[in-house]
């Protein structure tokens, strides 16, 4: 538990993480073109696992500071990967197959959204919070950082793009 004398605790970390969404959803809107995928993508996707994994290195009863910066933090990274992902699909998705794309998109997105809930709960009940919320920041730091870094083999044409306007 986070802090389990603190109720409203959790409140505050998702008003931070909401947040941290619009302003990235701003950034983005300004400057967000000038970058590719990767950093977009990957970006967002390290800011969430480093959130991810720092709420695992809290402390039980830990201050209002570290958890609404972790909160931003958290925000960020999700307006980030989601506004970029959305972008990405509407882009790069041939006017054929928008249709089936797109169901595909939601069809997973759905599966994930009950599936996760299930299998975060089993893991914790197994190992504990701190261990798997500190093991999956790690894991999604990781994937965010790849994407990143092999981002011009991911989306070549697009890093053309961001190359010829820098």
Known sequence: ?????????????????????????????????????????????????????????????????????????????NGMFIIAFNYCLQKETPPGMTGRVFGIQSMVLST???????????????????EIFGRFGVVILLLGAAGILLSRWLWPAEQKRVDAEA
């Open 1 to 77: 538990m986070l802090a389990p004398d603190k109720e409203y605790m959790l409140g505050w970390l998702v008003a931070a993480a909401g947040a941290g969404a619009v302003g990235a959803i701003a950034l983005l809107n300004k400057i967000g073109r000038s970058l590719g995928y990767g950093l977009r993508l990957g970006g967002g996707y390290a800011m969430i696992g480093a959130a991810v994994g720092g709420l695992g290195l809290l402390p039980p009863g830990a201050a209002a500071l570290p958890v609404l910066l972790l909160g931003l933090l958290l925000g960020a990274g």
């Open 112 to 130: 994930v959204m009950i599936a996760a809930p299930l299998l975060g709960g089993f893991l914790v009940e197994l190992a504990g919070p701190r």
